[in-house]
């Protein structure tokens, strides 16, 4: 049974970077679609990016080119590393496999404000 522990997250101002990890347990992610979503408060679940089995990243028009989606075979852990954050990134952020649409981890809150 899948299991994802995101962590990482955090406060940080305007323009700063955080890596939000997830460690995954109970299957490969290699095998997997694996996806990273965010919920701001008061707002649907949105998907932020998606790495496909063959190695293809697909992000949101609104984080293309600040975030990028990676993975660690070897540690079974994927990462979303965050660059030149802004105030509208603030949420919640979860991992999650598209093969298994009814998992959610527990996520991890991101606040970027000054």
């Known amino acids: 049974q899948a299991q994802f522990v995101e962590s990482g997250g955090g406060l940080v101002q305007p323009g700063g970077s955080l890596t939000l990890s997830c460690q995954v347990s109970?299957?490969?992610?290699?095998?997997?679609?694996m996806e990273w979503y965010r919920q701001a408060p008061g707002m649907q679940r949105e998907l932020v990016a998606r790495?496909?089995?063959?190695?293809?990243?697909n992000y949101a028009d609104s984080v293309r080119g600040r975030f990028t989606i990676s993975g660690d075979t070897g540690n079974n852990t994927m990462y979303l590393h965050m660059n030149n954050l802004k105030p509208e990134d603030t949420a919640v952020y979860y991992c999650?496999?598209?093969?298994?649409?009814?998992?959610w981890g527990q996520g991890t809150q991101v606040t970027v404000t000054s």
């Open positions: 999650h496999a598209n093969e298994i649409s009814d998992y």
């Open positions: 790495r496909i089995t063959d190695g293809t990243r």
């Open positions: 109970g299957i490969r992610f290699k095998f997997y679609t």
